[in-house]
């Protein structure tokens, strides 16, 4: 039972390069989070989604895209990077109708740097 | 705006010492309460979580203290432990605003000397 799987855990993307951040969980959970850490700013919500084929803005969404075609994967998109996207990326799921429980679930973390 | 507050940015305790983070809110909505660890190049895990109908809450050494009409709520770590270093973040939702959204403090990030 993995959890929460974020690809890929490093990367380094020049200014104005476009990338995808994947996210799988294998816990059937109906919510899932993408947040943004940044030093002394603690996690803040981009995009979220509470089921398959749909998404919501959170509190920093601009600059970035999501989808959610399958229950279990949601993805996070830059489709053209800018230095202030530095940041270390949190995938995060919750809530199963089995088990409804208010508990998130985290990934490893992506650190993206922009130069 | 900052809804949920913490403090303080870091703290160092020693060992055996007792810990303790504080958070304040201001959505009234929210209605769950949780606690995040979260050790150096890991995501965050959940400690302990707290619903605004109890005021406090214990699982072993670790206990949340609530106090809904101030809106504050902290983190108590009775004798401190070496392996209790990592940042601690508090946390806020409304179970009824779809989605159960997390806002995060800033975090605090907690050393534990021998």
């Known amino acids: 039972n993995a959890g929460v799987t974020q690809t890929p855990k490093f990367r380094v993307l020049k200014t104005g390069q476009s990338m995808t951040l994947l996210c799988a969980q294998d816990m059937n959970h109906e919510y899932m989070y993408w947040y943004r850490q940044d030093p002394g700013m603690g996690l803040r919500l981009i995009h979220y989604?509470?089921?398959?084929?749909?998404?919501a803005k959170g509190e920093v969404p601009d600059g970035y895209n999501v989808s959610r075609l399958k229950k279990q994967n949601f993805l996070l998109g830059l489709e053209s990077a800018a230095p202030s996207q530095t940041s270390v990326y949190f995938c995060a799921s919750s809530y199963s109708l089995q088990v409804p429980r208010d508990e998130a679930f985290f990934g490893q973390g992506t650190r993206l740097t922009v130069v | 705006q900052q809804q949920v507050k913490q403090s303080p940015q870091s703290l160092i305790v020693q060992k055996g010492g007792i810990s303790i983070i504080n958070c304040a809110y201001e959505n009234t909505a929210f209605d769950y309460f949780p606690w995040y660890q979260q050790f150096p190049g890991k995501g965050p895990a959940l400690l302990i979580a707290?619903?605004?109908?109890?005021s406090e809450k214990k699982e072993g050494r670790f206990t949340i203290s609530f106090n809904k009409s101030a809106k504050q709520f902290s983190l108590h770590i009775m004798d401190s432990q070496p392996g209790d270093s990592a940042t601690y973040f508090c946390?806020?939702?409304?179970?009824?605003?779809?989605?159960?959204?997390?806002?995060f403090g800033t975090g605090t990030q907690l050393k534990v000397e021998l």
């Open positions: 989604s509470v089921g398959e084929g749909t998404t």
């Open positions: 946390a806020a939702s409304n179970s009824g605003g779809g989605g159960n959204k997390l806002t």
């Open positions: 707290i619903r605004p109908d109890v």
